[in-house]
């Protein structure tokens, strides 16, 4: 079965050899797969809609916020004559594996106290 870049879920796009041979599969995709998609979706340069929808937030206002304040876990740059903020996809790619691979955004298991709770002990 492919999806709709046109590749089967389980080949792996490492292009040659010797990346193929130490390509290890994660989730089903390598490293190496995920960046080639994503080029492949977007070109090498990603921004608008596309930008904040791969980094994870649901409204432009929370993306530009999380700019504003330096929240964005990645290098952020704006091109002469164009409007908005881009990203390099190489540059997605490698932050959203390696938060996947550290289990990053994790809820604690546990209820939180309010400082209500805490104050009355």
Not at 5 to 15: I, M, R
Not at 80 to 103: C, H, Q, T, Y
Request: positive net charge; hydrophobic residues 35%; proline residues 2%.
């Amino acid at each position: 079965m492919r999806n709709k870049v046109g590749v089967a879920a389980d080949e792996c796009l490492c292009s040659t050899r010797a990346q193929r041979a130490n390509c290890t599969q994660e989730n089903g995709m390598a490293h190496a797969s995920l960046r080639q998609l994503m080029i492949r979706e977007y070109g090498a340069v990603v921004g608008g809609r596309d930008l904040r929808s791969a980094l994870g937030f649901k409204s432009t206002a929370a993306f530009c916020r999380a700019v504003r304040y330096g929240y964005v876990p990645l290098r952020i740059f704006e091109m002469p004559g164009r409007r908005g903020r881009f990203a390099l996809v190489s540059d997605i790619a490698d932050w959203l594996e390696n938060s996947a691979r550290k289990g990053v955004g994790r809820k604690r298991a546990g209820r939180r106290r309010s400082r209500r709770e805490g104050a009355k002990m």
